[in-house]
């Protein structure tokens, strides 16, 4: 089967069993009684929030098809080994975003029938999360430093000093918005706050340190790579590329966050969460963008 | 007579404008449209590669004047070799 029925085919798949997941069972009450809504209103709720899911995911899917596609394309040259690992990071994010959702609304169910099963529906899908963002990253990385090692390029040293500097901000006000919230935490991970420091914060500190280096990577690569023709197609996907990896920080903040995002009321969690997925998607439209531009180079 | 350092030079000229793709254009356009191995690249097949090489470029750019200069570079070869 060619790559991209695999991919249509694979996506097909996660938006039905995810339509299927979200609308089929009655919405959780507690849910219902906060917001003053009814079961059908919640489910019309969902179903507005799975609609720009899905057009996230078929970007996200698309764009992974055109990279992958891309380094299929240069697969026996120095740099399509690099591009491959890029791939590979986007092939993460693409099977990570979906899967962490059927795990969570999966456990989610059986918790709701075994209350017992309560933590373990909570701490299963987030640290799932976090090896999903590890290997991404740790692709996305690895990618984008072999492409400057062909090229001897680098990112400056204030460049590289500014990514340090802005992961330690990021990982000091996480911290201590977790140790000032100690009953928060409790019932945003089923873990003590030493555990979510140690498990979760470490581990986000050095995933947010890999993505940003990549960005820092990519930034220097786009500037410096020789080719003015090549640079300009490079240039897009690095934008696509850095966008995506600064939201998805963003989603995980938010998302490890979400005590406090529990005191916004429904009109802005909405907008919140609409406005993340759209940029998402624009994120993986441009890498797709940039990648057909590349991918012309290679085949005329 | 083959001539390898020709070849050298166009890919030279062209790694200005599309970097790491540079070698694997180059010898796409020779295999394709001249039929040759790069090796074998001839001063005589000079202008019928340029020619495609323009072709190609102005499907991949739409910079007229970025493939306007390099096509300018390229044929600096053709004189550069009859002197």
């Known amino acids: 089967m060619k790559l991209q029925s695999k991919i249509f085919y694979s996506y097909s798949l996660f938006v039905f069993v995810v339509a299927l997941l979200t609308l089929l069972p009655s919405p959780v009450k507690a849910t219902l009684i906060k917001y003053h809504l009814t079961a059908t209103d919640a489910r019309l709720l969902f179903f507005s929030l799975l609609l720009p899911t899905f057009v996230m995911w078929f970007a996200l899917f698309y764009g992974y098809a055109k990279l992958q596609g891309y380094s299929q394309l240069i697969k026996t040259n ?49 640290y799932f999360n976090v090896l999903c963002m590890f290997i991404a990253f740790a692709f996305i990385n690895l990618g984008i430093r ?129 406005v993340l997925l759209f940029l998402l998607a624009a994120g993986f439209i441009v890498v797709a963008l940039g990648t057909k531009e590349l991918m012309r180079i290679e085949e005329v | 007579m083959t001539n ?15 970097g790491p793709a540079a070698d694997r ?8 449209h001249l039929g040759k191995d790069p090796a074998q690249l001839r001063q005589e ?15 991949i750019s739409d910079n007229a004047e970025v493939v306007d200069h390099y096509i300018t570079d390229l044929e600096s070869l053709t004189r550069k070799r009859r002197s």
């Open chain 1, 78 to 126: 120095r740099d399509g080994k690099q591009v491959a690992k890029l791939a590979y990071g986007l092939l993460a994010l693409a099977l990570g975003l979906p899967l962490g959702s059927i795990l969570s609304d999966i456990l989610g169910l059986i918790a709701r029938h075994h209350p017992s099963f309560t933590a373990a529906s909570i701490v299963i899908p987030n």
């Open chain 1, 146 to 274: 072999g492409l400057n090692s062909l090229s001897r390029n680098r990112p400056g040293f204030a460049f590289g000093h500014a990514v340090a500097a802005l992961d330690i901000v990021l990982g000091v006000i996480f911290c201590s918005l977790i140790a000032r919230s100690h009953h928060n935490i409790m019932t945003a991970y089923h873990l003590t706050p030493a555990m979510v420091m140690l498990t979760f914060a470490i581990p986000y500190m050095y995933i947010w340190f890999l993505g940003l280096y990549a960005i820092a990577e990519m930034y220097a690569y786009s500037k410096q790579v020789a080719g003015i023709v090549y640079r300009k197609s490079w240039n897009r996907l690095a934008i696509g590329l850095g966008s995506i990896i600064v939201l998805d920080i963003v989603l995980q903040y938010l998302n490890t966050l979400s005590s406090w995002l529990n005191g916004l009321n429904l009109a802005g969690v909405l907008l919140l969460l609409y």
């Open chain 2, 4 to 18: 390898t350092n020709l070849y050298d030079d166009v890919v030279a000229i062209t790694y200005d404008y599309l």
């Open chain 2, 25 to 32: 254009f180059v010898v796409r356009q020779i295999r394709n």
């Open chain 2, 45 to 59: 097949d000079l202008r019928q590669l340029i020619d495609w090489i323009q072709l190609a470029m102005r499907l």
